[in-house]
């Protein structure tokens, strides 16, 4: 911020602990506001992974294993543009919908648990098993909003 001489109004989401998942929900917090700002507003949002913090090189459970193995450190950046009621953004991605889709009673399935020399993962091997029946339909119901909205 002091270095990018950004106004001290300028507007920030910081969001902890939830790894790729906070990337994906900061793009959606983006978008949404994006789409209530006048048109031609212009939106940076950026997003940095640090997984390899939360390696506890002690633990030798297969779940920090897995998650050393596959989650690593990672940071991406967007510019997002209001174009309500304008052509500018042909052959450009657009954001057709945002939500969130809740299951319930999956906390112990992934996330992370403080242990005393750092943050332990959650990986359980029911993930898989949940991805394959519970995924399809949640993207299934969001395919129908998005339909709904090109609909509008």
């Known amino acids: 911020m002091n270095r990018l001489e950004l ?9 902890f602990g939830l790894g790729c998942g906070g990337g994906i929900g900061g793009l959606a917090y983006a978008a949404r506001y994006a789409q209530a700002m ?6 940076l949002f950026l ?8 390696l506890r090189i002690a633990d030798p459970s297969i779940a920090m294993f897995v998650a050393a ?10 510019v997002l ?10 052959g450009r991605g657009t954001v ?8 319930r009673n999956t906390e112990q399935i992934m996330g992370w648990d403080l ?9 359980s091997p029911e993930l898989p098993a949940l991805i394959r029946t519970e995924f399809m ?3 299934n119901r969001a395919e129908q909003i998005v339909v709904i909205l090109r609909s509008v």
């Open 7 to 15: 106004p001290y109004s300028e507007e920030r989401l910081r969001i």
């Open 137 to 139: 339909p949640a993207l």
């Open 47 to 54: 997003t940095i992974d640090l997984c390899l913090l939360c």
């Open 81 to 90: 543009s209001n174009t309500r009621g304008s052509d500018s953004c042909a």
């Open 38 to 43: 006048p048109a031609g507003s212009h939106f």
């Open 115 to 123: 242990k005393e020399d750092g943050f332990g993962v959650v990986l």
């Open 69 to 78: 193995a596959s989650f690593g450190d990672g940071a991406a950046g967007v």
């Open 96 to 103: 057709l919908a945002v939500g969130d889709y809740f299951w």
